[in-house]
């Protein structure tokens, strides 16, 4: 007796910035628009009686977005049961990439670019031909994905509009001329059952907008809080209203690279994107301190007196007046570094809390006065790593955690949790572990830095190590955690 083969559901991303454009996207890695995110958190409620034991994605961000959009809001799938390959991306358009296709279609006629976006092989300078999509998409699918199917496992394909097309060609045995007649839209999900082969048997077809499957998100949220970083790669209305969702609970603005102009609107979208969700977002603002910038990353300059520099005094002022929550002191030596960032503070008229980065020798000398007079402390352990034997950072850390809870004051781990994931979807399993371990060890926050400010899945970012939080909570007994 054969085995029943699990479901499989195909959806296509949502809509990406250069759909909204009409352009042809094709390798190009760009995100989705605001109405992209909307639709792919509703094409997770469409299918959320269905137990997914697996999710295959493209590399592509506008397909993972997609991805992380449904299975946050769902809420029913691990991290380690997503598989990202290449042989799932979209269509290379060669020549035609970035090219608006109703200017396209002006010049060569509309029967002629229908072939071109349709046709089972029309040629593409320096590109692909649905056929050539085809050639990859399938194998992969009979290779990688079937098998898991046959186990009697449930399978989620979020991939692009030809890849989705040509393996709808196969499943459902479509000839070559009929291929142009196949559509996958943005807010449709199909949902196979299939024989032994992979060949269609049935095929359901639910859409958005339909109340049956409308729900409303009850998902679990860590106690230990996320801060994330924000930057160019996450300063997008629509990346931080998804950041927020799938588990920011910190915004951090770095000041060294920031103007005061862009801080304010960076501050305002923050407060728009909490309004919106109903929630309270703290916002950390990080002093660049005497920080000295060189071409092979940065230092500080050692002979400075104190941590404030004047530039840091009128930072303080503008965070004062636009009502950031936290100021993180940078390349703090002692306690008298704390007590004259609160004394400034208290000139301006505020009432700031503040956090002591911990990252130079001669704050570890000084780290129980330094708890002392601060509402919170940072391991900083990336310029930490610069000043005392890299061995010894994880005792380090273990000690200032141990002192942080005796004191009560909030204690956050920082600096290249989860760094492989500024370039790629998933962490190691190194950093995996750091995090996890990080939280079992007493963390109070956990924070992401370069991963949400400069890459490439700012919202995947904090919805791993939301999960690993959670995760690493369920093991902890009499946990206490410090607010912030």
């Known amino acids: 007796m054969q085995n029943k083969i699990g479901k499989l559901i195909i959806v296509r991303h949502g809509e990406s910035e250069w759909n909204k454009a009409d352009l042809f996207t094709g390798k190009k ?11 792919s958190e509703s094409l997770g409620s469409l299918i959320k009686e269905i137990k997914i034991n697996r999710v295959f994605t493209s590399m592509q961000a506008r397909s993972i977005e997609t991805e992380v959009c449904m299975m946050s809001g769902m809420g029913n799938c691990g991290t380690e049961n997503i598989c990202y390959s290449s042989a799932l991306n979209e269509r290379d358009y060669g020549d035609y990439t970035g090219v ?52 009697g496992e ?58 049956k499957y409308r729900i409303q998100s009850s998902r679990l949220r860590s106690f230990v809080q996320i801060i994330a970083t924000i930057g160019p790669a996450s300063d997008k209305p629509e990346i931080l209203d998804e950041m927020l969702k799938a588990g920011m609970d910190i915004a951090r603005l770095n000041f060294f690279w920031l103007g005061l102009e862009e801080s304010k609107k960076r501050i305002k979208m923050i407060r728009d994107m909490a309004r919106k969700n109903n929630t309270n977002v703290l916002i950390l603002a990080d002093l660049p301190g005497p920080r000295v910038q060189d071409k092979d990353g940065h230092t500080y300059n050692s002979n400075a007196s104190k941590a404030l520099t004047e530039k840091d005094r009128e930072l303080i002022k503008f965070g004062v007046e636009n009502g950031i929550d ?84 909030p204690v956050i781990t920082a600096t290249q949790m989860l ?18 371990n990080a939280v079992l060890e007493g963390s109070d926050a956990i924070m992401l830095s370069e991963e949400t400010s400069i ?16 995760e690493a909570e369920g093991h902890l007994q009499n946990s206490k955690f410090n607010p912030f």
């Open 29 to 39: 890695d760009v995100h989705l628009t605001g109405e992209g995110f909307k639709i």
């Open 154 to 211: 449930n399978v989620l394909v979020v991939s692009h509009g030809n890849t989705i097309r040509s393996l709808i060609k196969y499943i459902e045995k479509i000839s070559d001329q009929d291929i142009e007649k196949i559509e996958m839209p943005f807010n449709e999900v199909f949902i196979y059952e299939l024989d032994q082969d992979g060949h269609m048997l049935n095929k359901e077809i639910r859409k958005v907008g339909d109340e």
């Open 100 to 151: 608006n296709k109703l200017d396209e279609e002006k010049k060569i006629g509309k029967e002629e670019m229908g072939a071109l976006r349709r046709a089972w092989d029309y040629p593409i300078s320096n590109g692909e031909t649905l056929k050539m999509v085809y050639e990859r998409a399938v194998p992969f699918f009979k290779q990688e994905i079937l098998p898991v199917l046959k186990t």
């Open 455 to 470: 890459g490439k899945y700012p919202i995947r970012a904090v919805y791993i190590m939301e999960h690993l939080a959670i």
């Open 419 to 436: 760094y492989s994931m500024k370039d790629s979807p998933s962490p190691t399993r190194a950093e995996a572990t750091d995090v996890v």
């Open 326 to 409: 936290y100021i993180s002191v940078s390349f703090v030596g002692n306690s008298e570094d704390i007590i004259d960032c609160r004394n400034e503070i208290k000139k301006c008229g505020g009432q700031q809390k503040i956090i002591a980065k911990i990252e130079r020798a001669e704050a570890l000398k000084n780290i129980d006065e330094i708890i002392e007079v601060s509402d919170a402390i940072m391991i900083a352990r990336g310029d930490l790593g610069n000043e005392v034997p890299l061995e010894e950072i994880p005792f380090i850390q273990d000690d200032i955690i141990k002192k942080c809870k005796k004191a009560g004051k």
